[in-house]
């Protein structure tokens, strides 16, 4: 293993515990997910540790040499959690124009500080399928006024301790500002809106 691989994922994601691995396991104890596709990923592979079949995309050149190291493949089979030998998939591609995956193929379409990862990979998902986001860049408020999602659950934080809820799911997405809240207006914010009440994270599914 050259020393820079393995040392961006411990550098980005375990030395500032944020790995995120208890959100993941959630979503596995709860819902049968095979496939995940991860856009936007970086060097973020702690999905699979619990997934067995991970598709990432990211157009950063790091990511892509960390992802050619058969080190991380290794790494990751250390810390898998699921008998079957992990399949990892890594595209180097500019998520907006597509790569080449099964159109409506994925279980989980995982969206984490990247753009708007909900919209433009809708299509690779199955419908019944999971879309976990965060609002960071604005992709759960997209999602939320979004036909083909419906919120799901949502999850809260302490640390790298995630819970999951499903009360109260219609509270949230009601933006503070009084303005109509529609895709043309929410593509111009590179932060999102203001929502009354958020949560770290948000469980949709493709129900259409
Ligand atoms: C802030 S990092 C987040 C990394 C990871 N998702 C996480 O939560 O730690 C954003 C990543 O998204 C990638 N990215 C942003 N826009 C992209 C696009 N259009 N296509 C592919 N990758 C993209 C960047 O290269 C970068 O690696």
Do not use: W
Request: glycine letters at 6%.
């Amino acid at each position: 293993m050259t020393k820079s691989a393995l040392d961006l994922y411990r550098k980005y994601f375990q030395e500032r515990q944020f790995e995120r691995l208890n959100l993941f396991q959630i979503i596995a104890d709860r819902f049968k997910v095979q496939r995940a596709l991860y856009a936007g990923s970086f060097v973020h592979v702690t999905p699979s540790f619990v997934f067995p079949d991970v598709v990432y995309v990211d157009n950063d050149k790091q990511a892509k040499q960390f992802f050619s190291e058969p080190e991380i493949l290794k790494f990751i089979a250390e810390r898998k959690i699921y008998s079957q030998e992990a399949k990892v998939t890594f595209h180097f591609a500019d998520y907006r124009n597509g790569f080449d995956e099964m159109i409506d193929s994925f279980d989980l379409l995982i969206s984490q500080y990247a753009g708007f990862v909900g919209q433009y990979c809708k299509r690779y998902l199955r419908t019944g399928g999971l879309l976990l986001a965060n609002n960071s860049h604005g992709d759960a408020g997209m999602a939320a006024i979004d036909d083909a999602y419906q919120l799901l659950a949502v999850f809260y934080a302490k640390n790298e301790d995630y819970r999951i809820s499903v009360n109260n799911l219609d509270e949230y997405f009601v933006p503070k500002p009084q303005v109509e809240i529609t895709k043309e207006y929410l593509e111009k914010l590179p932060k999102g809106i203001g929502y009354k009440k958020t949560a770290s994270g948000y469980l949709f599914q493709k129900v259409q």
